[in-house]
Nanobody, 119 residues
Framework: QVQLVESGGGLVQPGESLRLSCVASTNEFSTYAFEWYRQVPGNQREWVASIVSDGRTAYEDHMRGRVTISRENDKNSVYLQMNSLKVEDTAAYYC?????????????WGQGTEVIVSS
């Protein structure tokens, strides 16, 4: 079982930046792919960005250019740098980890961190 703990959320003004962090409790951190999702109450959880074990990244089209996902394997940490934040970026942001080992597809979610963008 892997526990994911997010942090870094908060209240910011439009145009400001935030860096979200996700720390994973595993000795095999480098073998996992990580993703960030976000969810507004009443809406479905939506994918924001991914980073796989070899460092390749992918971004949701509307977020590309404003967010950067990264990882530090020696710190068991994944980050989401968000710049030029907009009011519509207000959501709970969740860290997700997964890996496939044979027939076992492991999936884990964090508890989320709240981001509020408001003037």
């Amino acid at each position: 079982q892997v526990q994911l703990v997010e942090s870094g959320g908060g209240l910011v003004q439009p145009g400001e930046s935030l860096r979200l962090s996700c720390v994973a409790s595993t000795n095999e951190f480098s073998t996992y792919a990580f993703e960030w999702y976000r969810q507004v109450p009443g809406n479905q959880r939506e994918w924001v960005a991914s980073i796989v074990s070899d460092g390749r990244t992918a971004y949701e089209d509307h977020m590309r250019g404003r967010v950067t996902i990264s990882r530090e394997n020696d710190k068991n940490s994944v980050y989401l740098q968000m710049n030029s934040l907009k009011v519509e970026d207000t959501a709970a942001y969740y860290c997700f980890a997964e890996r496939l080992r044979g027939d076992v597809h492991e999936k884990y979610w964090g508890q989320g961190t709240e981001v509020i963008v408001s003037s």
